[in-house]
Nanobody, 117 residues
């Protein structure tokens, strides 16, 4: 059974930090590129950051560059997103996504991040 389970979301003040984690099971994690997406109310889901299968390549949305860092640990089947200097506009549900070379895709259930004073 394939599962992607996100954790680490919550309420944080502007300028604060959060670390999201996504633990995978039920598939060969190292065969999948991993990404974090987010969806704010009334908006489309958007790519936040992505990382290649071996972690050698990363990509970021312009809005989060220099603030967010994506990483993965294939020995733990885990991908993480370190989020620093958070802004109210970062408020959204954050999802992790796995995709392989055949475009097989899995999504997690999401974790809420709220940035507010």
């Amino acid at each position: 059974q394939v599962q992607l389970v996100e954790s680490g979301g919550g309420l944080v003040q502007p300028g604060g930090s959060l670390r999201l984690s996504c633990v995978a099971s039920g598939f060969t994690f190292s065969n999948y590129a991993m990404s974090w997406y987010r969806q704010a109310p009334g908006k489309e889901r958007e790519l936040v950051a992505g990382i290649s299968m071996m972690g050698t390549s990363t990509t970021y949305a312009d809005s989060v560059k220099d603030r967010f860092t994506i990483s993965r640990d294939n020995s733990k089947n885990m991908v993480s997103l370190q989020m620093n200097r958070l802004k109210p506009e970062d408020t959204a549900v954050y999802y992790c996504k796995a995709i392989d070379l055949r475009s097989r895709t899995y999504w997690g259930q999401g974790t809420q991040v709220t940035v507010s004073s």
